[in-house]
């Protein structure tokens, strides 16, 4: 079944960029877009952004356009999302997640990484 | 931004009770909305897509109804694997979840 397996558990300083991986398998890495989504401890969901895997094309929720970077690369059905000026605040899980519009406009999430645990710590 | 408001925040149930969760938009959605289930320690799982629809593999005893700006998840008969936090997420206009209603004995 479609599995989405991320990089490890990391700890970073502040200001440091902290970078996650997600690799993709038993489908066509290229057909869906994977979003990123963090939880802070104790907290909800938040939503960070998306990245089309065909085309490179992305897009990021406002509160972190300038911070975050979302690549891919098809050869290995991996994506990356990188967050730069690193905060106690980002210290969170973070997911990535397969969108699955089942031929609407937008769509859900129905798969998702086990999550990275990405503290940030001096 | 639209806004994704549930009730309650913690919901206190015993196994076989028939538990409701709803979830309101800010702003209209039409049918765009989600429902996940979260386990502590775990990542989030797809139930409800189109406010209605029933994900593959998931119990029948889940269902989803409404339309904007209200919208419910109903869980008919409760299970102690139900026992998790709850999302509802809306994706009409990027992509927003719910605080999250947390279900506990």
């Known amino acids: 079944q479609v599995q989405l397996v991320q990089s490890g558990t990391e700890v970073w300083k502040p200001g440091a960029s902290a970078k996650v991986s997600c690799r993709a398998s038993e489908y066509t890495f290229t057909d869906f877009y994977i979003h990123w989504v963090r939880q802070a401890p104790g907290q909800g969901l938040e939503w960070m952004g998306w990245?089309?895997?065909?085309?490179?094309?992305?897009e990021f929720a406002q509160r972190f356009k300038g911070r975050v970077t979302m690549t891919r690369d098809s050869s290995i059905n991996t994506a990356y999302m990188e967050l730069s000026r690193l905060t106690s605040d980002d210290t969170a899980v973070y997911y990535c997640a397969r969108e699955n519009d089942y031929g609407d406009f937008r769509g859900s999430f129905d798969s998702w990484g086990q999550g990275t645990l990405v503290t940030v710590s001096s | 931004d639209i806004q994704m408001t549930q009730s309650p925040s913690t919901l206190s149930a015993s196994v076989g009770d028939r538990v409701t969760i709803t979830c309101r938009a800010s702003h209209f959605i039409s049918n765009s909305l989600a429902w996940y289930q979260q386990v502590p320690g775990k990542a989030p799982k797809l139930l409800i897509y189109r406010a209605s629809s029933l994900e593959s593999g998931v119990p029948s005893r889940f269902s989803g109804s409404g339309s904007g700006p209200e919208f419910t998840l109903t869980i008919s008969s409760l299970q102690p694997d139900d026992l998790a936090t709850y999302y509802c997420q809306q994706y009409h206009n990027f992509w927003t979840f719910g605080q999250g209603t947390k279900v506990e004995l």
């Open positions: 990245i089309n895997p065909d085309n490179g094309g992305a």
